[in-house]
T-cell receptor, first 113, second 110 residues
């Protein structure tokens, strides 16, 4: 059972470089989310997509863009990476547009030098 | 003030001990509450929902106190495998966004 799959799992970037984190879920969930996790800060919501074709900003959207490519896929793009974006990124999905259990991917560890 | 606050710990307890974590939330419009568990360098996973009347799942008991705006998680007869970080999650009625606490680290020692 794949669940939520994120790629890449590890990435090192130089300041100013761009990259896209990919996320796909095979559970037919409507909602998908991108979080970042930093020591002492907990998980913070970057962007979310309540359903295919919609995206909304979360708590910390600056410096990121997202695309809900179809129901399965939700990508996160860093256009010009900064050291402050060094973090662990988690993609998640849930079966309903509102409250409910989140299913997380294994995380993507990004370091920006 | 953070919307959801937890004591980061770490809580170091011996096997067999009972340990309790609290989590406070600031938004009185919060409607749904959960505890997630996160093992070191892994993704968070749902441990249990928290119902108004309190609920139990084996050695784990969750309670909600709306008047004081906190939820709690009690773990009885701690096992080594309970060592993890426990995340409190609160959902507001408006928008349905999940707000995570920073987590409480538990270390169970032999």
């Amino acid at each position: 059972n794949a669940g939520v799959t994120q790629t890449p799992k590890f990435q090192v970037l130089k300041t100013g470089q761009s990259m896209t984190l990919q996320c796909a879920q095979d559970m037919n969930h409507n909602s998908m989310y991108w979080y970042r996790q930093d020591p002492g800060m907990g998980l913070r919501l970057i962007y979310y997509s309540a359903s295919e074709g919609t995206t909304d900003k979360g708590e910390v959207p600056n410096g990121y863009n997202v695309s809900r490519l179809n129901k399965r896929e939700f990508s996160l793009r860093l256009e010009s990476a900064a050291p402050s974006q060094t973090s662990v990124y988690f993609c998640a999905s849930s079966p309903q547009g509102g409250p409910g259990e989140l299913f997380f991917g294994e995380g993507s560890r990004l370091t920006v030098l | 003030r953070k919307e959801v606050e937890q004591d980061p710990g770490p809580f170091n307890v011996p096997e067999g001990a009972t340990v309790a974590f609290n989590c406070t939330y600031s938004n009185s419009a919060s409607q749904s509450f959960f505890w997630y568990r996160q093992d070191c360098r892994k993704e968070p996973k749902l441990l249990m929902s928290v119902y108004s009347s309190g609920n139990e799942d084996g050695r784990f008991t969750a309670q909600l106190n709306r008047a004081s705006q906190y939820i709690s998680l009690l773990i009885r007869d701690s096992k080594l495998s309970d060592s993890a970080t426990y995340l409190c999650v609160v959902i507001h009625n408006q928008g349905g966004k999940l707000i995570f606490g920073q987590g409480t680290e538990l270390s169970v020692k032999p």
